[in-house]
């Protein structure tokens, strides 16, 4: 009986325990320089999909929390990468935002890359810049897989 209630009890601490460390980094920047800064929420890559979809309801629940604050979400492909997986991604965010959220209070974008695909949910703060992307891998080295090449061209900010 109590197996059934864990997956339950440990979201409800999880949402704590993410509101709690929201908070403490908003008061640990508003120390430093008094101007708010964006803050990770969570990073969810490749795994259980009701693992994805609990940390994304997380976000979105810190995200109803904090009502003059907007999502930044930051997605970044892997080493390899199927053409229009990242719009693949973004679709799907947008249709689980669907009409319970304002199209322009979460933004998404596509980072660049990193050794495995990876997606970043900020919180950014009213007056806060938005958070940068920090791709580690170079294009070049992204090995692209697919039926026939995207007309998307790639975010790549690093050499």
Not at 27 to 52: F, Q, T
Not at 106 to 120: N, Q, R, S, Y
């Amino acid at each position: 009986m109590l197996a059934r209630f864990a997956p339950k009890v440990f979201f409800v601490l999880g949402c704590l325990f993410v509101s709690l460390n929201v908070d403490a980094q908003e008061k640990e920047a508003a120390k430093a320089n008094d101007k708010p800064v964006p803050v990770l929420i969570d990073s969810i890559i490749r795994g259980d999909g009701e693992i994805r979809s609990a940390k994304f309801d997380r976000f979105l629940i810190e995200l109803a929390n904090r009502t003059n604050s907007k999502g930044f979400v930051l997605i970044y492909c892997g080493k390899k990468c199927q053409y229009g997986e990242v719009e693949a991604h973004i679709r799907g965010i947008e249709s689980k935002i669907g009409n319970h959220w304002e199209r322009e209070n979460i933004l998404i974008l596509h980072a660049g890359f990193k050794d495995v695909m990876t997606v970043e949910l900020w919180l950014m703060p009213e007056g806060a810049c938005p958070p940068v992307p920090t791709p580690t891998v170079n294009i070049k080295e992204v090995k692209f897989n697919g039926l026939r090449k995207s007309r998307v061209e790639p975010y790549d900010c690093c050499d």
